[in-house]
């Protein structure tokens, strides 16, 4: 990595872009005039688009003026340069927002996830026009709240987008989108992803009175919220198998053809290798579980005393967040009534409680047998010199969906993480071999060789 990469690289970790956390709203605004100033030097347009306080959205346009339709393309290039929460930050080896390099990885916060792909595509496209070989038009759209449910992504999107057809105005008419917010199979197993699940969350708050009750003047005579929280998880999910037990939450579900499971199975990590990834010590689901199922999952329960000592007490509130992951066919209004539903017909009548369930993203899948897809998957074949699978993924990305349902184009996600990078973790990392090789695929992408007529 040389020196101006480095640079590049350790000032836009240092921007601490965190979406979710409204106090580092600057942050934010940092990195979009960090962005637009780099891509300025480019040669690109950058025009940014935002509405109330929702983080910028960045499109940059590089369009040719002596455009010839016949063998130029437009390549849309979609990333977030949102990052996670550093939390909890004591697990961290090294500073979060400070760039980090160790036994040939690389880390800090975002260098996955998705700050690092934004650094190989200027990289790439600098590359290309000093060499005079960047031929294609190139539009991109850097997004600033897809770690935040991308809760403006279409409505900014859309406010850019007119007119369609003419490329100095708006998006301008794209060919083809390129998201770089995906990984890789393994160290130098290329993928491409043409499935993602979509996605709700949800929160409940259960209040049984006004205060902490001592729990021995009122033992067994109040409800305890905690115990309600875990009683409805029970009625909604089976502990052991995972499967979810609200009727009519499998009934759209898109049954998965024999030959798509042939083409999931064609390379996938053992079980073992998968659990040195993750941590985890047993799987209870096999491994298409997470990519062609629904799931509900808890991600964080809150309620009564966990400090230093001990108290006593009957909390007076308990509050669970939860996420729901949608496979094709599944439409987010429906699940979101028929859970809503299954909850308040499933808490005691002597409580109060309170149900935010949001309206989510739909599911993404796509055809890949596409000459794009088809001329990407040999690009990467040849950087990385091992075949390119096929895959759907587990996570949702609001954003792609987006794109799918209001320009109809050819969609490919790839990227070039590995799958022990710790993303949303603490330790983020990527590796730096991984990462030279991506700024070199994303070259062949870029140039005309992904021209496929």
Not at 196 to 212: A, N, P
Not at 321 to 327: D, N
Request: net charge positive; hydrophobic share 35%.
């Amino acid at each position: 990595m040389n020196n101006k990469i480095l640079k590049l690289f350790s000032d836009f970790i240092s921007i601490q872009s965190v979406s979710t956390d409204p106090s580092r709203h600057q942050e934010i605004l940092k990195a979009v005039e960090f962005l637009k100033k780099e891509i300025d030097l480019l040669g690109f347009e950058v025009k940014t688009y935002q509405r109330d306080n929702c983080s910028p959205l960045i499109i940059a346009k590089y369009y040719f003026k002596d455009d010839r339709p016949q063998d130029r393309k437009t390549i849309g290039i979609y990333a977030h340069y949102d990052v996670q929460p550093e939390d909890p930050v004591e697990q961290w080896k090294s500073p979060p927002f400070e760039l980090t390099f160790k036994n040939g990885k690389i880390f800090g916060r975002g260098v996955a996830d998705d700050k690092g792909h934004i650094i190989q595509v200027l990289t790439a496209l600098d590359l290309l026009i000093k060499k005079n070989k960047l031929k294609n038009n190139i539009v991109l759209i850097f997004e600033g709240e897809e770690e935040n449910e991308s809760k403006n992504f279409e409505s900014l999107i859309t406010q850019a987008r007119p007119p369609f057809a003419k490329a100095s105005e708006g998006l301008g008419k794209i060919d083809v989108f390129y998201i770089l917010d995906m990984g890789m199979k393994a160290k130098n197993i290329p993928q491409i992803y043409y499935g993602l699940r979509g996605i709700m969350t949800g929160e409940i708050k259960i209040k049984i009175g006004t205060t902490d009750l001592h729990s021995g003047v009122f033992g067994n005579r109040v409800l305890n919220p905690v115990q309600i929280i875990a009683e409805l998880l029970a009625k909604i999910k089976d502990g052991k198998t995972n499967k979810i037990k609200v009727p009519g939450f499998y009934d759209q579900v898109q049954k998965i053809s024999e030959s798509e499971t042939a083409i999931l199975s064609e390379y996938t990590l053992s079980d073992s290798e998968e659990k040195k990834n993750s941590g985890v010590k047993e799987f209870v689901g096999g491994f298409l579980s997470s990519k062609v199922f629904p799931s509900f999952e808890v991600n964080g329960i809150d309620s009564g005393y966990t400090g230093r000592g001990f108290k006593t007490i009957i909390p007076a509130e308990a509050m669970m967040r939860f996420s729901i992951r949608l496979v094709p066919n599944q439409k987010p209004k429906v699940i979101k009534k028929i859970i809503g539903e299954f909850i308040k017909n499933n808490l005691p009548k002597e409580i109060d409680y309170k149900l935010r369930i949001d309206d989510g993203c739909e599911p993404f899948y796509t055809d890949f047998e596409n000459p794009y897809a088809k001329k990407t998957a040999k690009i990467l074949s040849s950087v990385f010199k091992n075949k390119t699978y096929f895959n759907r993924s587990g996570g949702s990305i609001a954003a792609v969906e987006t794109l799918q349902r209001l320009f109809a184009k050819p969609i490919i996600l790839t990227g070039f993480t590995l799958p022990d990078e710790n993303i949303h973790a603490p330790n983020e990392n990527i590796d730096e071999e991984m990462f030279e090789k991506g700024i070199k695929v994303l070259e062949k992408i870029l140039s005309p060789s992904i021209n496929s007529g």
